[in-house]
């Protein structure tokens, strides 16, 4: 719900050289790649001349400067590189590996230190500390492309540059697989947010970066975001009160780096499949913005109440006006909630993020405004599942839900009159009141499975 007014770069950094891992806070700080390099790279050079300095007086006086500038190497590798997979890049894996191609280049620098060292000492006559910042000149340079092009290379993955195509569209199996954004506005889900984030946990796509923020709960919420602060995936946020759900959702947005963006609510759960499968529609098809699935309706302990719920005829690709225009007829929400949604992230910024004017409507009337730039494809399968429980926000708003609803509808009339005609928006506003209706009697009739405890009062009410 994050509705501050900060700008953006336009470029999101990309991992160089093949590096597979989303920016790093560092890189989520500065939003420049050589500007962060730069800066790890001036923090190790100063953290590897002290820790020089610091053996030349303790180690060096028993054996010599030569051990000196071994004990310095060790240490200083080993801190650089926490630095430049933290700080700079959080990378997943392969940590001995990586270890190794970053002590070459390191051995490099290590060799010309070895060689220079000597003869600055013995045949000029300089003294050791004085002679080692000398060489530490030469050696930054030659860590500096070192680490950029060869320390963390995987071979076929991300490069500098964006795929415009997935491995599917390209006919490349080993084409790189562009960065997606999932990304969880919490607040008071402790009790099913652990759900929620396992479920996120477990796609089989394999680029992924998770943002998670907490919108001063006052449940565990946090409690149980911290449990996962140790998986590379995972970033945790916390965002001030206040702002309403905006806030939140516009903070874990803006905070994403992927060129795809899904946000998933702190309740509901994803199919292992459900990126893969929406990355593969919108990357093999050239003009889309947004791609949803269905979902399953489910209850407070996951079980589904009602299967395979959303996009009536509208399966494979259909321009964003017909989608509009689609779900403004059938009076509600045929999209799905946000975790049924993968939209390209670039987009989402380019309409001002999400629009909460009618609240109830954050997520469909955001997605219109996305649809009006670009066109819709539909994903087969029940991707996603929708908890309907007594903390759900929607629940708590089910008796503005027509009004707000109608109150979009006659916006798009009033904007885009060639999308939503008066037919369309007698139609649209006729079947919102009566599903608002439904919907309201449904929530009764349910309410015992709203709960895990069996319970039906909604979270602070009194």
Request: glycine share 10%; net charge neutral.
């Amino acid at each position: 719900m994050s509705s501050e007014v900060s700008s953006m770069a336009v470029e999101t950094p990309q991992p160089p050289a093949g590096m597979q891992g989303s920016p790093g806070p560092l890189l989520r700080l500065i939003r420049n790649q050589k500007v962060a390099f730069l800066l790890v790279g001036g923090t190790n050079t100063v953290v590897g001349f002290l820790f020089f300095v610091f053996f030349e007086y303790t180690i060096g006086q028993i054996w010599g400067y030569l051990a000196t500038l071994a004990f310095a190497h060790v240490f200083s590798v080993l801190c650089a590189f926490v630095l430049y997979r933290t700080f700079v890049f959080k990378v997943r894996g392969h940590v001995f590996r990586d270890l190794g191609r970053f002590e070459l280049v390191y051995l490099v620098s290590l060799g010309i230190n070895a060689a220079l060292l000597p003869l600055l000492v013995e045949l000029g006559g300089l003294a050791v500390i004085p002679a080692q910042a000398l060489i530490v000149v030469v050696t930054t340079l030659v860590s500096y492309f070192g680490h950029r092009g060869f320390s963390f290379h995987r071979p076929g993955s991300l490069t500098g540059e964006r795929p415009s195509e997935s491995p599917a569209a390209s006919g490349d199996a080993g084409a790189a697989k562009p960065l997606v954004s999932i990304v969880i506005p919490a607040y008071n889900n402790a009790e099913y947010l652990a759900d929620t984030i396992d479920s996120v946990l477990a796609q089989t796509y394999p680029n992924l970066e998770v943002i998670i923020a907490d919108h001063a709960s006052s449940d565990g919420t946090l409690a149980v975001m911290r449990r996962y602060e140790d998986d590379e995936r995972v970033t945790l946020l916390e965002t001030p009160a206040g702002g309403g759900a905006l806030r939140n959702w516009n903070r874990v947005s803006r905070a994403a780096n992927g060129e795809y963006l899904k946000l998933v609510c702190g309740d509901d759960l994803l199919d292992p499949e459900i990126v893969t499968a929406q990355v593969a529609a919108l990357a093999g098809t050239p003009g889309a913005v947004l791609a949803a699935s269905a979902r399953d309706i489910v209850d407070a302990n996951g079980q589904p109440v009602m299967t395979g719920r959303g996009l009536p005829g509208l399966l494979g690709r259909h321009r964003g006006v017909d989608a509009i225009r689609s779900t403004v007829r059938h009076g509600t929400n045929v999209f799905g909630e946000p975790g049924c949604v993968l939209m390209r992230r670039d987009q989402l910024e380019a309409v001002g993020w999400w629009d909460s004017r009618w609240p109830y409507l954050i997520d469909e009337a955001t997605y219109a405004k996305v649809l009006l730039r670009g066109d819709f494809v539909g994903v087969p399968g029940s991707l996603a599942g929708f908890r309907i429980s007594d903390s759900q926000w929607s629940v708590r708003l089910a008796k503005q839900q027509a009004e707000q609803a109608i109150g979009f509808h006659r916006w798009l009339h009033e904007q885009h009159p060639d999308v939503v005609g008066r037919v369309t928006l007698t139609v649209g506003n006729a079947r919102a009141r009566l599903m608002a209706t439904l919907r309201r009697f449904a929530y009764v009739y349910l309410a015992r499975r709203m709960s895990r405890a069996g319970e039906s009062t909604p979270r602070g009410a009194s």
